[in-house]
C-alpha cells in the first residue's frame, strides 16, 4: 500500500517514448512541473499530451515542447505559449482542440470506464461537423483534420435537441500535483490548483503524484480528499524548494 518512491525521475523511468499522457493543471497553476522536469532530464520523447494547455515558453509542458518532446496535443486552450503556436501553424506538431468543458468530461469520462457520452457543446460547428485543422505541412495546408462525429437528438424539457457523441479519453500515464497526499495515494488539492488535476489522475492508466506534503495513512479527512488512492499509482514527495517554486503565469501589477 505504500506507494512512495524515491524521487521524480525514478517515478517516471518507465515512461517510454510515445505514451500518451493526461497533465493536470491549468495555465501555470497546479501543474506537476517537478515529473515534467524529470520526463526532459530523462529524454522521453514522441509524447502525445492531453492538458487544457501546454504550459507557456519556458515552464512547464513547454519545457517538453521547446525540445521537439511531444508530437501531438489534445487541449483547449493554446494561449500564453508562442511556441505551442508556431509548431501547430508550421507542421510540427498536431492538435486536437477540444471545448473545455468536453475535454474535462472526456477525462472523467475515461476514469470512470464511461467509453463515451453526448453533449451540446459543439453542435452546430466543426467540432461536430469535422474539418478542424489538426495539423498543417510546412506550407500551412491543412493535411489533417477533425473527423465528423455521430449526432442524435434526445427529448429535453426544452424539446427536441441535438447532441455529438464525444469519446472518452484514457491515457497510458497521469501526471498530477497535489497540496497534501498520503502513502496510499490519496490527494487533495489547495484552492485553484483543483482544476484539471483530479481529472488527469482519473484518466491515466498508471498515475503519478507529486506532492507538497506527504502525511501519513489516517491523517487526511476523508471528507476533503478529493482523490482516492485507488486512482494513483506513484507518489513523489517533493522538497521544501521544489514545492515552493510556483510561477506566475501573466504578472499584473498596479500603480502604489
Known amino acids: ?143 489533417v483534420s477533425s473527423p465528423a462525429k455521430q449526432t442524435q437528438q434526445f427529448d429535453t424539457p426544452d424539446g427536441l435537441k441535438e447532441f455529438v457523441l464525444e469519446h472518452a479519453i484514457v491515457t497510458d500515464f497521469g501526471l498530477v500535483r497535489a497540496w497534501k497526499g498520503d502513502r496510499h495515494g490519496n490527494l487533495v488539492y489547495r484552492d485553484s490548483a483543483r482544476n484539471f488535476n483530479p481529472l488527469a489522475a482519473m484518466a491515466g492508466r498508471i498515475t503519478v503524484a507529486e506532492v507538497e506534503e506527504l502525511v501519513e495513512p489516517g491523517e487526511l479527512n476523508p471528507n476533503e480528499i478529493h482523490t482516492p488512492g485507488v486512482f494513483v499509482q506513484r507518489v513523489v514527495a517533493l522538497t521544501p524548494d521544489q514545492a515552493a517554486e510556483k510561477r506566475i503565469e501573466k504578472r499584473t501589477v498596479r500603480t502604489r
Do not use: H
Open 1 to 143: 500500500m505504500d506507494k512512495v518512491v524515491g524521487s521524480a525521475g525514478d517515478a517516471i523511468a518507465d515512461i517510454p517514448d510515445g505514451a500518451t499522457l493526461s497533465v493536470g493543471g491549468f495555465g501555470l497553476c497546479g501543474i506537476p512541473s517537478v515529473l515534467i522536469q524529470a520526463l526532459l532530464d530523462a529524454g522521453t520523447s514522441d509524447l502525445e499530451a492531453v492538458s487544457n494547455n501546454c504550459g507557456v515558453d519556458d515552464w512547464g509542458l513547454g519545457l517538453l515542447l521547446a525540445q521537439k518532446r511531444i508530437r501531438r496535443m489534445v487541449s483547449s486552450y493554446v494561449g500564453e505559449n508562442k511556441e505551442f503556436a508556431r509548431q501547430y501553424l508550421s507542421g510540427e506538431l498536431e492538435v486536437e482542440l477540444t471545448p473545455q468543458g468536453t475535454l474535462a468530461e472526456r477525462l472523467r469520462a475515461g476514469g470512470s470506464g464511461i467509453p463515451a457520452f453526448f453533449t451540446a457543446t459543439g453542435v452546430g460547428t466543426q467540432v461536430a461537423d469535422g474539418g478542424l485543422p489538426w495539423k498543417y505541412d510546412e506550407a500551412g495546408t491543412v493535411i
